[in-house]
């Protein structure tokens, strides 16, 4: 009998009759190893899934094909279909599928491990045993279940969702009770063959790559400036100092920027005050459509306001571990002060906050609070397609879609900012040294 055991245990588990069963049905192969309890549990949730299947999945499957048949008429009191709502629940309906199937995955791979556990000779767990199995050796399971789940449904089906309406022709007039078609890559097309969005896209992308780069750098390195200036051995009262950074972080930035719009509009103080001086002409603006760039070079000056003291501080971390041999090395070779920064410090810093400036440089990409709360009111300017100059490409896709309904566009406006910020990043980190000498200050 022993000898017997041992030759089943040499051979694969896959051929046996039980993982057959579990492939067929789930929970048959936990049955017929003698576990009912798991069992009658994945019976139950397949045979739920069929259920769900024959009475609302399959339909809610052809609704994302097809986006409803029936156009609703309010006035006579004909409903018809939605077809936004078709869409939202023809995807939840294939992640539910997916779910499903890496269930079922499951289900026959805990079949193979019990088989190949009789074969050993080994008792088979009870569905207690198995309980307590899952909730010490395999607690990680369940800890990233509930975040992967929540990712999933908060994250991901939304962005599967505004990325299928970027195929359809949502938006404008055609909104329910209207149907919805499926327009294939025409959104795409008005974007870069009419003239007034290509135009607008041209306009708003220079300026929005300007400001990212722009608002990075003097972000990073005002922070590292900062960080350099606070940790100087002559400077007095460090700790008071600190202090005056760590407040601007506090405050919410929405709150700063209001604060900020009311200073610099047209009735605000510092506006008033320099014409009742008569160092501007009364027709000067600093927040209006057309003031161009004095509104950009206020928001360089509130995104320095914001950012500086995250940067300062994660700066601050870096230095205390730096190495003071290095530095005492370098000063013993007649380096002076700023080549020490030059060829000691900035390698240092900037080896360890790569990631950092990749973030950041995405942040400053899509930053929409700061123009949006910048300027009182939503005002076009001539030459743009319901866009500002001072606009980024997230607030002209706010503007597509909140403020006028096309929900197509704006969708592919995200569609194709998302490409754009996702090869960059990839070659960005790729090609710096913290990915390729991830070894040199271990």
């Known amino acids: 009998m022993q000898a017997k055991k041992q030759v089943f245990a040499r051979g694969s588990p896959y051929s046996d009759y039980r993982v057959k069963l579990s492939c067929i049905f789930m929970g048959l192969g936990q049955l017929f190893c003698r576990q009912f309890v798991k069992g009658a549990l994945l019976m139950l949730f397949e045979i739920g899934f069929i ?8 339909e809610n499957i052809i609704g994302l094909f097809t986006l409803g048949t029936t156009e609703g008429v309010p006035i006579m009191g004909i409903e018809g ?19 499903f199937v890496l269930a079922y995955h499951a289900n026959v791979k805990d079949v193979i491990f019990t088989v190949r556990e009789i ?11 198995s309980c307590k199995t899952l909730l ?10 509930l975040p992967l789940a929540f990712v999933c449904i908060f994250n991901v089906m939304p962005i599967v969702f505004t990325a299928l ?32 969005y290509i135009g607008t896209m041209g306009k708003i992308l220079v300026w929005n790559v300007l400001w990212a780069f722009g608002s990075t ?7 590292l400036g900062l960080a350099l200036l606070y940790n100087a051995k002559c400077l007095k009262w460090k700790r008071f100092w600190r202090v005056f950074p760590m407040l601007a972080y506090a405050i919410p930035s929405f709150i700063t920027l209001t604060g900020f719009c009311f200073m610099f509009c047209d009735s605000g103080p510092i506006v008033g005050q320099l014409k009742a001086l008569g160092w501007v002409k009364e027709t000067f603006t600093i927040i209006s459509y057309d003031s161009k760039w004095s509104l950009r070079l206020l928001g360089f000056f509130c995104c320095a306001w914001i950012g500086v003291p995250s940067v300062m501080f994660l700066a601050t971390g870096i230095l205390s571990n730096a190495s003071k041999d290095m530095y005492e090395a370098a000063r013993l070779d007649g380096a002076n002060g700023f080549q020490q920064f030059l060829y000691l410090t900035l390698p240092f810093v900037l080896f360890a ?20 709360f910048l300027r009182p009111e939503t005002v076009y300017a001539p030459g743009y397609f319901n866009a500002n100059s001072s606009d980024l490409l997230i607030n002209w896709m706010y503007n597509l879609t909140v403020e006028n309904g096309l929900y197509s566009l704006g969708s592919a406006l995200s569609l194709i ?3 754009f910020m996702a090869l960059f990043s990839l070659i960005a980190y790729v090609t710096s040294p913290a990915y390729k000498k991830e070894d040199t200050y271990r």
């Open 81 to 99: 279909d939605n077809s936004v709502s078709m869409l939202a629940w023809g995807i939840t309906t294939l992640f539910l599928i997916a779910f």
């Open 165 to 196: 309406v970027a195929f359809t022709d949502y938006g404008g007039e055609i909104v329910p009770p209207k149907l919805v078609s499926w327009t294939g890559f025409q959104s795409f097309r008005v974007i870069f063959t009419m003239s007034e």
């Open 353 to 372: 906050t790569t990631p950092v400036i990749i973030s950041t440089f995405i942040n400053q990409f899509n930053n929409f609070s700061i123009f949006y």
């Open 417 to 419: 900012l998302f490409a």
């Open 136 to 145: 010490n050796q395999k607690f990680y399971v369940l800890t990233l279940a």
């Open 51 to 58: 259920l769900f299947l024959v009475f609302q999945g399959v």
């Open 119 to 129: 074969g050993r000779g080994s008792r088979v767990r009870t569905f207690r045993e």
């Open 217 to 223: 750098f003097l972000v990073y390195f005002g922070g």
